[in-house]
């Protein structure tokens, strides 16, 4: 067979085993065994064992259940509860203030945890039924939740970003600070957007008529809730920026605020303990079982000669080298609405890079393009997880095709900032470049 026919074999088996919803790890896992026994024998697997001990060998991957963590205690530990009370407070008399404070949230939230369901499942408790109590629009208050909780994919800490990281072989360290500003852009296009609406059409988002008394006295007191964030968000990314700790190291460190923050909130106990570890191994888990597929899959497609084959048709391409990134990310899209995006980043980042080197863009620039690729892939229909978090908590009488709405206008921000990014790169790589090493 040759490898044309063996390559389109391979993807022909792969979507086919998907449909019938068999899972990403195991669809892939049978697949590498399979072709693996088929094309070279027993003797190959030896060889493929050998590279996933290498893979579980990552030091890496240690940051991954350290992260997931961290995220996992600040969920239950009060605090997000404390800062949507305080944003409350300061946002309420802005156009569509309720949705700018819950962007606000989102963008602490990333930055403290990198778990988009952390955001996307702690907004849809608090700000969902708080902005339907004051007439918003249904539609304005889901995609505001949204998109705002897909923010975790970019603003670090981010357990996704780690795993590209890991995945291109690149600097963690990098990758994270690169996605600080990419990640701001992201929410100020939020952000205007709401302002811009509420004002245009102020009956999407009615302001309240009547405000209780509120002093400056309380709101300055309110603010006291942003302590411990910020302090988990200097202890984390400010540690690997300034160069004093891998992120690894400052994961840990992040772990440490976290069960801080949960003593002094008075929810740490046994029940939260429990809950914790639960949420690690069944995250963690996930994650490493997709990673051993799929490292074991693409070893096929690289050994039957597939990442040579895709490098020389581009190269044969009269194509300017734009487009063929438009091509790219817009393959990355159209992946993400039927699999999951830590799927698409270990099946196209080995495939992808070679291309990207011929190129000639930077790898880190292409990096923060691709997680801004997931994010729409996480809010786009039929399958975008986020839209899974928003139903379980959506109230009685709005259904799944308002949720589909409501993420349109967001999504088309998304790709306006992934516009902006690749004409400015220097929006995502003027903070890496200036970090101590």
């Not at 969902?128 to 970019?154: D, F, H, V, W």
């Not at 096929?300 to 020389?312: R, V």
């Not at 994010?375 to 259904?399: D, E, N, R, W």
Request: aromatic letters at 10%; charged letters at 10%.
């Amino acid at each position: 067979m040759s490898s044309e026919l063996v390559l389109a074999v391979m993807f022909a088996s792969l979507v086919g085993l998907l449909l019938t919803g068999v899972p990403l790890a195991f669809t892939l896992g049978a697949l590498a065994l399979v072709f693996t026994l088929t094309l070279w024998g027993e003797a190959a697997l030896a060889v493929t064992v050998l590279n996933l001990y290498d893979t579980m060998h990552s030091e890496s991957l240690l940051a991954i259940p350290l992260y997931v963590m961290m995220a996992s205690v600040l969920q239950r530990s009060g605090v997000i509860e404390s800062l949507y009370k305080a944003m409350e407070l300061w946002s309420r008399r802005l156009p569509g203030g309720l949705a700018v404070g819950t962007i606000a949230i989102c963008t602490i939230i990333a930055a403290m945890t990198g778990i988009v369901g952390a955001a996307v499942a702690a907004m849809g408790m608090l700000a969902l039924p708080s902005m339907l109590k004051r007439n918003y629009q249904p539609e304005l208050a889901i995609g505001t939740i949204c998109a705002g909780g897909t923010l975790g994919i970019l603003i670090p800490p981010s357990v996704i970003t780690i795993v590209y990281a890991v995945t291109a072989q690149a600097s963690i360290g990098q990758m994270f600070i690169a996605g600080v500003v990419p990640g701001l852009l992201l929410a100020s296009l939020y952000i205007g957007y709401i302002v811009l609406r509420a004002a245009l059409n102020p009956a999407i988002a009615p302001r309240p008529e009547e405000i209780e008394d509120i002093t400056w006295g309380i709101r300055i007191a309110a603010l006291k809730s942003l302590v411990l964030p910020m302090l988990i968000i200097v202890g984390v990314l400010g540690t690997i920026y300034m160069g004093i700790a891998t992120p690894t190291e400052a994961a840990a460190v992040g772990v440490a605020l976290a069960f801080v923050s949960a003593i002094i909130e008075r929810r740490f106990g046994w029940e939260l303990i429990q809950d914790v570890g639960m949420d690690v191994v069944k995250v963690t888990t996930m994650i490493l079982w997709i990673t051993i597929g799929a490292r074991a899959f693409v070893a096929i497609f690289t050994g039957t000669g597939g990442a040579d084959f895709l490098l020389g048709f581009i190269q044969t391409l009269d194509a300017d080298r734009w487009i063929v990134l438009a091509v790219m990310l817009a393959m990355l899209f159209f992946l993400g609405m039927f699999l999951d995006e830590i799927g698409i980043i270990l099946l196209c980042v080995p495939v992808f890079l070679p291309v990207i080197d011929f190129l000639g863009f930077d790898r880190l620039w292409f990096g923060i393009l691709f997680l801004v690729s997931a994010q729409m892939a996480y809010i786009s229909p039929p399958f975008g997880y986020t839209l899974f978090y928003m139903k379980g908590v959506l109230p009685a009488g709005i259904g799944m095709g308002t949720v589909y709405r409501a993420i349109i206008p967001f999504m088309l921000l998304q790709a306006l900032g992934i516009l902006i990014c690749a004409l400015f790169p220097e929006l995502v790589l003027w903070l890496p470049n200036s970090m101590i090493n």
